[in-house]
């Protein structure tokens, strides 16, 4: 799961050939490939997109076997506020905003880190914020088979504001619940506590 930094940590033919397409795309809106500030524009570009879809690499349900411990609090567990950063499947443009997630333990807790690692390796796909909400929502209902969980993602989609119907300030809210989160009086606590502010 290291952070990818150089074009050779990536599979070198593919890094390549993004690569040489760029540089090609670059060549077709009318630019010069070859003016000092483009020089290595295809290889960043590359290696953005690489970083970006790294998720296609990585196991979610490894990263959460990784830190699961029994523990008998069976109470709900809130991870609110988490970022997130992802592309839109039609425009490859970028959609992000902030994932809440929720569980309630069924002998088993998991290492807190995990679930924004999870979150990032669903968000570093081509998506729509629906699937992304039941990719998460899906992984660690199989995995930590918990009582219940619950997945509130609020996001602003830049194919919405930069291009297409240009609204700067719409933002799109999805959520999944499954067990005891599809109780209202559970799903109602859980919902409060996110829109709750701490001092
Ligand atoms: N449901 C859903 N739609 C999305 C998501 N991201 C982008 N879209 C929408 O995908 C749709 C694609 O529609 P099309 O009509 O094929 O594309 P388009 O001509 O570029 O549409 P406009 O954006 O309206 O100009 C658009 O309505 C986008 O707003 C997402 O995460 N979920
Ligand atoms: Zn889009």
Known sequence: MAPYRNLEEYNIEVA??????????????????TREGLLKTPERAAKAMLFLTQGYKQDAEQILKSAMFKEDYDDMV?????ELYSLCEHHMLPFFGKAHVAYIPNGQIVGLSKIPRIVDVFARRLQVQERLTHDIL?????????????VVIEASHMCMMMRGVQKQNSVTTTSGFRGQFEKIETRNEFLKLISAKLS
């Open 138 to 150: 899906e992984c660690l209902n199989n995995t930590l088979q918990p009582k219940g969980v619950a």
């Open 78 to 82: 809130i991870i609110k506020d988490i």
């Open 16 to 33: 390549n050939e993004v690569k040489d397409r760029y540089a090609k795309i670059i060549d077709e809106i009318g630019e010069d490939v």
